[in-house]
């Protein structure tokens, strides 16, 4: 299994934020940010510290699943992931993990680059799933998705790839995710 490697990305801007790989130091508070917001998200039972562990571990070794902490300012603000599912990317545990970096356009601005990331690594549709009484609905169709389909409780939405626009960035990888 190739190891995962450790990405950054930031801005040519240089407008935060940078997107850097979540690593074992970053456990503990994606633990607390999924717990602390479990009502917007499936899976709603508290996670504890060995399951996050043994998360990470089964992580490691997906090569096309990445996890990353939004920062600002050299300070983790929150976190986004994206995977290959069989035929297209899908974006999960997009949070807000700080409070007061929140409604600034940052995890907008994130979101977008995390997405561009992912469509210049391999060029297909980017999905995702989100319950319907989430306010994030509105937040994504801001940010360049749109709704493509229902079940009773949830909404898929594909980034709209002809509309969408991402800040100019680049991406460096440096040793591995450890
Ligand atoms: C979804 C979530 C990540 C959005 O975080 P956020 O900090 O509000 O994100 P942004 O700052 O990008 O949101 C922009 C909001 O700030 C406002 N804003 C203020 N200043 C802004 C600026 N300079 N640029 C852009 N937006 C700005 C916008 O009006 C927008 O509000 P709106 O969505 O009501 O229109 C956050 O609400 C969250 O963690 N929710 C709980 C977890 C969750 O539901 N995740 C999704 C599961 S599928």
Redesign the pocket.
Known sequence: MPAKKHLRIFAVDGQPPLLRSAEIGDLENLREWKNA?CR??FHKDPINPEQQASWFQAFLDRTHDHMFIVECEGRAA?CMGIRRLEDAWEVYN???GEAE?????????ALKMMCRFAIEDWEWPVT????KE???V??YL??GFEKISEEEDHFYLDLNRLEFESPEMRVETEGEVR
């Open positions: 917001n917007f998200f929150g997009v949070i807000l970096f929140g409604r600034k356009g940052l995890m907008g601005r995702l799933r989100v319950l989430n306010p994030a509105g937040w801001k940010n």
